[in-house]
């Protein structure tokens, strides 16, 4: 019987066959990955923020907790525990809670972020519904529903939020590893990356059924819709090394992808929608992206392996996660330096910023 530990209990940034692919297979086979989290670290954190700062709750897979990351300051404040292998995660627009998906067991860990604790757990498996692997989460822009992509059961759990259970599911492609995934600024569309099956997926949230995939090649990854055009921008992480440009109200891409650096994994808008970041994983860095001028200006070096990207809201600092230093990268978007580099524990994955 092949021993490989299943596709869906990775993180998401790993690429198969490769070496830290290996080495984490190894590591897995050999249940060398704790069942829970460090220490827990006690603060005496309000809602108004640590000192007012900005927060990053970073998903950190191998550790099964969510790292809370003072980025003004630079330091990681504590542990919350969640459930098995935290992959993506997403924060309502009150700001009140942090959803995060845990992978090995299909379930939504509700963080209350005035406490700062786990205040529920929504099982997203629960027939009649089902879901493996639940990857991307995004909120809708009232945030009355959560919609999680489950890669191994191709398919999105809808969640609602009030209720706190699964109220419909939404089929995607057969084997198309649905992975990430935005939502337009009207609540209308959901666009969905299908790393295995090289498209975009395009969902209509009023009847919860796809309307249409849009090619992009490359196996996409991170995607991001921007708040005041009608443009979303989507990572290929592929050998074409380049990002693709899909027109949100039209639902289709530009013919012309913008070069940027080597395997790029996750996208970002600053709010101005002519800046975007991206990282390129192969080349340990972050690249500026001059949206209108369809070009990578610069590249800010970070961590190994960076993959996941969060912004403030003012858009002043960057938070990377970068998966082969167990870290996150804190960059100053004005001065476009790395201001901290911030330990939170093994395999840090997608990050959720608030303030």
Known sequence: MNSKPAMQFKPLGIIEGSELDL???EKMETALLPDIPGPFIESPLK????????LAYVNVFSTNSVALVDILAGVKLMDIPVGSFPTGNDISP???YV?????????????STFSNTVVD???????PFSAAAPAGVKVSPDGKTIYVANRASNNLSVVDAQRRQVVAEIPLQTESHPLLLDVTPDG?????????????AVVDLNVN???????TGGSPAGIDIAGIIPLALVALRSDSNSISAINTELAEASPIDI????VPYDVIFSPSPQTAYVTNSGDNTVGIIDVFAHRQDFAITVGSLPNWLGITANGSFLVVSNIEDNSVSIINTLTQHVTATVAVGGLPQLIAVLG
């Open 121 to 127: 757990t929504i099982d997203l498996n629960r027939p």
């Open 259 to 262: 070069a940027v650096g080597r």
């Open 94 to 96: 009150d700001q009140r």
């Open 47 to 54: 809602r108004s923020r640590h000192r007012n700062h900005p």
């Open 188 to 200: 209308q569309l959901a666009f969905v990356t299908l790393i295995q099956a090289g498209a975009v």
């Open 209 to 215: 059924l796809p309307i249409k995939f849009i090619s």
């Open 23 to 25: 080495k984490l297979s």
């Open 99 to 111: 959803y995060v998906a845990n992978t090995a067991d299909a379930t939504l860990s509700v963080i």
